[in-house]
Structures are given as C-alpha cells and as structure tokens.
C-alpha cells in the first residue's frame, strides 16, 4: 500500500519517505541505505507506477559517471531488502517500477493545501528574479515546518507566477491547492517592498494582504524579518480558515485534524469556560487516529489546563507529560509538542528540562509566535525578566492579535523588572479576571502605592474561587526557579492584602 501525501513525502510498504527532510522511517525507527540507493529509491518513487527505463535511472542517480548495470542491480537488491520484492518490480527488457496498491491518504490530509506561487519580480531587473524566487521559496519552507498545513513543494507552485484574481480558480483546479499565497517583491539597492496576499481558492477571495518595507544592511536579515512577519501570520489565517470550514460539519462526520482544530479553538477561547470540551473533542481524534500525535499532544494539554496549571496537582503534570510524550513519540518533529512538553515540564519545576524542550521546539519551527512567547515566561520564571521582555515583543510583532496570555506573561516580566504601571495595564486588559490576575492587579498597584486600587482588587479576589490562596500563589504555585523571585510577588501581595485588612477587608475568607 502507498500513499503520496505531497511531492516531498511518499508512504510505501511500511515505510515514509521525506524528501524535504532527506529521511527514510519505518514503523520501528529510521530505516538506512546507502547514497546510490537512496537516490535511486528517491527516483522510483518519483515515478510511482510508471516503469522507468534503466538508461533513466542510470542517468539519474550516476549522472556523469560510467557504472556497469551491476551498481544499479546491487542497488536494487538492498532496498527490496529493506522493502520486500513484490513492491519493486523488475519489467523484462524496460526497467524498474515501485508498484502499490493507492490506499486513502490519511485523516491527516484533511489539512488546508497551501501554493505559494512564484511571486512577481517588479525591480525591472531580472538579475533580481533569484532574489524573488528565494523569499516566496523562503516562505514555502517557513509555512512547512507549522505541520498543520499541507504546502505543496516548489515545482508545483512556481508553475505559476502570481496571476490575476480572474485566474485564481484555474490555479486551484491545476494544482488542487485550498489556498494560493501571491504577491511581489520590489527591490531598490538594500531596500525591500514585499506585497503578499493569503487567496481562498474556491472562492477566489482576498482573506489577507499587507504590504512590507524594510531597509538594512544585509539582504537576508531584512528577508528573515519579512518572512518571519508573513509566516507567523499566515499560519494563524489558515488554521483559522480551517477551522471555519470544520465548524460547518456535524461532529460524527469530522477527521481527526478537524476534532483537533475545534479543540484548539476552544483552548484558545480567552474565556476557556468549555475546557472539558475540548478535552473530549481530543480524546475522540485520538479514538478516530490513535496514530495521530498531535491529539495525543493536545489532550495531554487539556488535562493541564482542567488544572489550571498552577493549581494542578503533581499527578496531573504527570500524566499531561506523559500523553505529551506519547504523542512526540508519534510525531518527534512536532513543535508544538514541545512546547507544551516545556510547560507542563515548567510546572513541575523541572526548568532545564523546559528550556530544553522549548529551544528543541523553536529549532524546529523558528516562526512560531506561541513558541517565541512561550520562551518569554519560560525566561522570566528563570529570573531573566529584561530578556523575556525581548522574546514577549518579538512574538507581539508577529502575531499582531495577540492572544490573552501574550499580554498576562509580558505582565509579569515587567513586574519583576519592577515596571508595575505597564504591568498593571497589560493584565486590565483580562475579559476573565480570575483569582489569579485580580491577584497580581493588586501586587502591581500595591508596589504603585495606589492603596485604593489595590484594595479594590485585593477585595475581589475571592468572589470566583473562596479558597484560592494569593500567598500561596506567588510562593507555590507560580514555578520560579528563584526563590527571591517568588518572594518579589509575594511582598506586594501582602502589601495588597495588608492595605485591605486595614480598610476593614479582614473578614474575608481568602486563606493567606
């Protein structure tokens, strides 16, 4: 059985072959053969179901050099050793075919499809075009590495230029892409003008487009500025895009990728009322595709979240680390994965562990904002706060939106920098004023020595949760790695909660 699942990734007889990543797997692990082979595999593969003609594949894998036909037979030998004989076939006086049956692409390939077509070169000098392929070729393999969209490789895409609106839909029904990435690049000696517009293929709508100038005195640092901007926000527009034509299906009809999105979605509600839900929207897309790493990764994140993190208890972290590891042994190049392996491994105070997981994560995906935030607070737990503060405003740049917790972790590294006016005015921007952020709202204004503010805050901390401790919060609950760190937010709780007692608060039932 074999599967195509791009021009890049081939399944067969077991195993998967990646050519963006130059890899061959098998169920068990990775699987090896020798240059010539793999060459010779890579070209088969190509090829799937057509019979190639020995002078092809001499001339494909020993361009150049004059080999007998024994090279090409021992060659042969040692992958149907790895793959068994029935998928490569000999054809009498033609050549070699990988023959397989076509199986269904996996629930996986429910994903969006991505085209990033080869972008307009309006510079007027056609030295410039290599300049232009590179930066929408940079943006191919940017979108790529999020793993939830399925881009297809170069030779597709640049088939195109970036064509007119009136010829979007032909693209489409070529190249079978969801959504086309189009636009142009103008280059003036070391400044850059990028236009890029995110397309809905079916539609031939504009869902996205802006437009980038920058100037500096290095080509490459200007275009890893500009694509580092366009993929951090192109991946948020198709996720969302996905998830939209998910919400249009009943339940029972959705792919595991589809049950995992509407999980996400309700993750990232600022409210996260509904975490059971997505708790159970995990659990059915793993039910659905147990191979599925990335539902293992989300349901491990969702009995966190049930916790609170900061209130979970030592078994929960437990077992979110262990679903997380479950689902990066199915997946190892998944991201996202560690980056939630990073936090839950935060919490459980195991810092260097997190900061492991989180810098593996963002070799893997440098693009991604969550994991650029994420670094922010994983930093500022480690009392380098003025450092945290540089990874919190990159992530802000590249995802404009800036979902709630961007601006509750950027909060705290200004607290601790012993910045409480910003700090204060990052968390009132909550629409969920927990226990937690009235908490540290009353820290800030305390340290403020705005006493009526603090009071007000401190007052309301109980109203959700009567047993919710703030001492306990900044001394046990918050992962400092330094104990004066914890102390820091301790103090101006207490001068918070000193303020309210005097103001006749004392009865409260908040536990100290």
């Not at 927990?434 to 006493?451: D, F, K």
């Amino acid at each position: 059985m074999s599967v195509v699942l791009d021009e890049q990734v081939f399944k067969f007889g077991g195993c998967t072959l990646d050519l963006r990543k130059g890899t061959l797997r098998h169920a068990n692990g990775p699987a090896y053969l020798r240059p010539k082979a793999y060459a010779l595999l890579t070209h088969l593969a190509q090829h799937m179901g057509r019979v190639v003609p020995k002078s092809e594949i001499m001339d494909a894998v020993w361009p150049d050099v004059f080999v007998t036909e024994d090279s090409l037979t021992q060659s042969i030998r040692e992958i149907r050793k790895l793959l068994g004989n029935d998928l490569v076939r000999t054809v009498s006086k033609r050549g070699y075919m990988l023959a397989a049956e076509v199986e269904a692409a996996p629930e996986i390939g429910s994903q969006p499809i991505v085209a990033v077509l080869r972008f307009r070169n309006e510079s007027g000098d056609p030295t410039d075009d290599p300049i232009v392929d590179g930066f929408a070729e940079d943006i191919i393999n940017g979108l790529a590495r999020f793993g939830t969209v399925t881009v297809l490789a170069r030779n597709s895409s640049f088939f195109f230029a970036s064509y007119a609106r009136s010829e979007w839909q032909l693209i489409r029904s070529r190249i079978g892409a969801d959504y086309l990435v189009e636009g142009s690049v103008r280059r003036h000696e070391d400044r850059i003008t990028a236009a890029v517009n995110l397309v809905d293929a079916a539609n031939a709508s504009q869902l996205w487009g802006d437009r980038y100038q920058a100037a500096g005195s290095g080509f490459s640092a200007i275009q890893q500025d500009i694509v580092e901007e366009i993929v951090g926000r192109l991946a948020r527009r198709v996720t969302n895009a996905g998830l939209q034509q998910a919400t249009r299906k009943p339940i029972t009809s959705l792919a595991a990728y589809e049950l995992v999105l509407r999980g996400v979605a309700l993750v990232r509600d600022p409210a996260q009322t509904d975490i059971e839900g997505a708790k159970a929207f995990f659990e059915a897309a793993v039910a659905k595709d147990p191979a599925y790493g990335l539902a293992h990764i989300y349901l491990g994140l969702s009995c966190a979240l049930k916790g609170e993190f900061e209130q979970a208890s030592h078994a929960v972290l437990v077992q979110a680390r262990d679903l997380v590891a479950n689902g990066l042994a199915l997946s190892p190049d998944q991201a996202t994965g560690h980056r939630i392996q990073s936090l839950v491994r935060l919490y459980m105070r195991e810092h260097e562990a997190a900061e492991h997981h989180l810098r593996t994560a963002l070799d893997l995906n440098p693009y991604d904002a969550d994991c650029i935030e994420q670094m922010g607070l994983l930093l500022t737990m480690r009392g380098r706060p003025f450092e945290a503060l540089g990874w919190l405003a990159r992530a802000i740049r590249i995802d404009p939106m800036i979902p709630h917790w961007y601006q509750f972790d950027r909060s705290l590294a200004l607290y601790m920098m012993g910045d409480y006016r910003p700090a204060a005015e990052a968390l009132e921007l909550a629409t969920r004023p927990t226990p937690w952020i009235r908490t540290r709202l009353a820290a800030c204004y305390a340290q403020l020595g705005e006493m009526d503010q603090a009071r007000r805050q401190a007052a309301l901390i109980n109203e959700g949760d009567p047993d919710f401790s703030p001492i306990d919060y900044a001394t046990k609950a918050m992962p400092f790695e330094s104990p004066g760190d914890a102390a820091h937010l301790a103090d101006g709780i207490r001068l918070a909660l000193g303020a309210r007692s005097a103001s006749g608060a004392g009865q409260s039932t908040t536990t100290i």
